[in-house]
């Protein structure tokens, strides 16, 4: 993460990549830990590398 004058910056590090990655608007990744949205609308939101299961597990199935 970077902050700078122009705001706040997510990347990943070149050298190490996770195996599932959602790239999409920061309020679409935020929703499901904040529970507005369940994780299977986010990737439809967004683009994802990976399986949508990580990422249920990390957030939790719809709700």
Known sequence: MRIDPSGVHVGLDGESRPATVLRADIAVVLSPASGML????VVGAGELTGDERDLIAMFGAGR
């Open 38 to 41: 369940p994780v299977e609308q």
